[in-house]
């Protein structure tokens, strides 16, 4: 539980900062007025041409805010993904006959870690040379996998764990890392709301 606790603080940290540096995303449209984005518009662009006009429309400031939030997603990555691994297998322990089901969800996660590792190098490289390129299918297949697979993960454990605590079947010895857990979720809501 101690690990889950470390993951979970590492994730809300890096999630804090990712929010904070992206209230600096915006480019211009070709009417040259501001547009404000977010991550996801980078990571589903309806084609690369569009993705490759978006960095091109962003000023030098805003290119090296979108490289450090992908560098920052690199340690918030080390945060998400053990966390939703740990959280499969712990329910996976509790649950007995779904063990397998839940190692293989964990499983599941390095492979969405993999993936979003390699759609943030694309898109490092892609502000370096926002050109209209042939991986743009690949860079797609690795988004919409990661996504599949890390909320996949969450989905099926978080309503599991929710029942064991609601119907008190879970070990005396996990009520301070739970409360930790809520703790710290409450005070990044917090932060989250200063930081907007």
Not at 118 to 133: A, D, S, T
Request: aromatic share 18%; glycine share 8%; proline share 4%.
């Amino acid at each position: 539980m101690l690990y889950l606790l470390i993951t979970y603080t590492i994730l809300l940290i890096t999630a804090i900062w990712m929010t904070k540096i992206a209230r600096r995303f915006f480019f211009r449209d070709r009417d040259g007025l501001r547009r404000i984005f977010n991550i996801l518009d980078l990571e589903f662009p309806v084609s690369d041409a569009e993705l490759a006009g978006m960095i091109q429309n962003m000023l030098p400031g805003v290119r090296k805010a979108v490289r450090l939030h992908l560098w920052v997603d690199f340690l918030f990555m080390l945060g998400f993904y053990p966390f939703t691994a740990m959280l499969c297998l712990i329910i996976g322990y509790k649950t007995g006959i779904g063990a397998y089901f839940y190692s293989m969800m964990a499983a599941l996660q390095g492979v969405a870690w993999g993936c979003d590792i390699l759609e943030n190098i694309y898109l490092l490289r892609k502000l370096r040379k926002p050109e209209p390129g042939k991986q743009f299918g690949t860079y797609s297949f690795f988004v919409y996998t990661k996504f599949i697979l890390c909320y996949a993960g969450l989905g099926v454990t978080l309503p599991v764990a929710f029942y064991f605590w609601m119907t008190g079947d879970f070990e005396q010895a996990t009520v301070p890392y739970a409360m930790a857990l809520l703790a710290e979720t409450a005070l990044a809501v917090w932060l989250l709301q200063k930081v907007k």
